[in-house]
């Protein structure tokens, strides 16, 4: 896109605070190019006066001013946030590149609410957004352009990776990485326990878990080496890993994670079947 991108959201929430302070940090957007609406007042005024971007007194203002426009709000909300742009949106619907992070809406949806020749890209982000470091994934609809989909990951990498997919891959990003924080949070606080049983005190614990469960990421990151061949690099014959190793195991912890992820990814999946 040549022109100036002109940012919209409709629904100011934490994501799409979080998105914004992105763009607005990696100067792809100007505050003054930042638009938005919510229907709570306070929303409005944490979004201006944190970002200094412009809060509008409807939803039509917002999709007026914008030549992107982020779909923020909970599924369950969708219908009736839709309800007073779609007829903006269907008399001009090549004017916007439209982006949905509501989890679980298909395209189909969206090109039935408002218009099937809209621009559209859905976004399955997670929530490390919040703090720079998402892992998301979108696909693009059949009328949106190559450019269109540049436009979406430049965005999206401002805070974390992005990764184009097709559409019927987004369960399964949504089974991995957007369910996936809470399995994660959940592995902090088991090592933590196990400090804990073994001693240490419980903040010095947890934070120590974090950071090894955050370095070995970014070793993975850095490396791109094979995770068996960073874990035996730890794993020295009879040695303590080994036996940390085996006792998981024992325990099914490999596969527990990976029922994990295929749970997810079919409820996912039966979710979006309903819409």
């Known amino acids: 896109m040549s022109e100036t991108l002109n940012v919209g959201f409709i629904g100011l929430g934490q994501m799409a605070s979080a998105l914004a302070g992105g763009f607005i940090r990696s100067k792809i957007v100007a505050p003054e190019n930042v638009y938005g609406y919510d229907v709570s007042q306070a929303a409005c005024d944490k ?10 007194a409807n939803p039509a203002e917002v999709v007026a001013n914008a030549n992107v426009l982020f779909f923020a ?11 007073p742009v779609k007829a903006a949106i269907a008399s001009s619907p090549a004017k916007l590149l439209c982006v949905s992070i509501a989890a679980g809406l298909p395209i189909a949806y969206f090109e039935k609410a408002l218009s099937p020749e809209i621009r559209l890209a859905r976004v399955m982000p997670n929530t490390p957004c919040l703090v720079g470091e998402a892992a998301s994934g979108f696909a693009l609809n059949a009328n949106a ?12 990498s401002t805070v974390g990776v992005a990764f184009e997919l097709p559409e019927n891959q987004l369960d399964a990003v949504t089974g991995l990485s957007g369910s996936g924080p809470a399995f994660v949070f959940m592995a902090i606080e088991a090592l933590a326990d196990g400090g804990v049983m073994a001693g240490l005190p419980r903040s010095v614990a947890l934070d120590l878990a974090a950071q090894t469960l955050k370095g070995s990421a970014e070793m993975y990151l850095q490396t791109k080496r094979h995770p068996g061949a960073l874990k035996d690099a730890v794993t020295s014959p009879a040695g303590t890993t080994i036996a940390g190793v085996a006792a998981l195991e024992e325990r099914g912890f490999r596969s527990a994670l990976i029922e994990a992820v295929i749970r997810a ?3 996912s999946r039966e979710l979006g079947s309903k819409k």
């Open 47 to 56: 979004f201006a006066s944190t970002l200094k971007a412009n809060v509008c």
């Open 145 to 156: 352009t190559s450019e269109d989909g540049e436009i979406v990951k430049q965005l999206l």
């Open 265 to 267: 990814t079919n409820r």
């Open 73 to 83: 709000v909970k599924p369950q909300y969708m219908s009736g946030a839709l309800e």
